[in-house]
């Protein structure tokens, strides 16, 4: 399998911390609707594109297109939140046993957060790479 690439539409959203309720002496902790629904999201796409999960390490490129604010007409990066990192962890629970067996496999990853372009619908773009021969950075980068 070479490298799959598709996009994921949609304003991409972050992952957050799980939230923990008490009630009637009982505990227990949930993530929130809106991340969970984001990931099913993300797994459904990427499910149109892989027969069975990765089994192998990955290299993974991302790229989070997010809604402009008015206030941000000029600015092409995103200086603000949502935080890349919290980005890039609802994506990678997504992909879980959908394009790899586990997001430990996922060994190389470069990720931008943007604005979109006037007349762009916000989304997540994907580029998912098998590393079986156990390519050096260099090679998978072109250099």
């Known amino acids: 399998m070479q490298r799959v690439s598709f996009e994921v539409d949609g304003d991409p959203v972050p992952k957050a911390r799980p939230r923990t309720v008490r009630k009637g002496g009982r505990t227990w902790s949930y993530t929130p609707k809106k991340v969970t629904a984001w990931e099913k999201l993300v797994r459904e796409e990427a499910a149109k594109h892989f027969e069975e999960p990765l089994d192998c390490p990955v290299a993974l490129t991302l790229g989070f297109y997010l809604s402009r604010p008015k206030s941000r007409r000029k600015d092409n990066y995103v200086v603000t939140t949502p935080d890349l990192d919290n980005l890039e962890k609802?994506?990678?629970?997504?992909?879980?046993?959908?394009a790899y067996t586990d997001d430990k496999l996922v060994v190389v990853k470069s990720s931008v957060k943007m604005y979109v372009r006037p007349g762009e619908t916000p989304r997540v773009s994907v580029v998912v790479a098998p590393?079986?021969?156990?390519?050096?950075i260099e090679e998978y980068l072109g250099d």
Do not use: I, P, T
């Not at 590393?131 to 050096?136: D, K």
């Open 131 to 136: 590393l079986r021969n156990q390519m050096r």
């Open 90 to 98: 609802a994506l990678l629970d997504g992909l879980n046993e959908v």
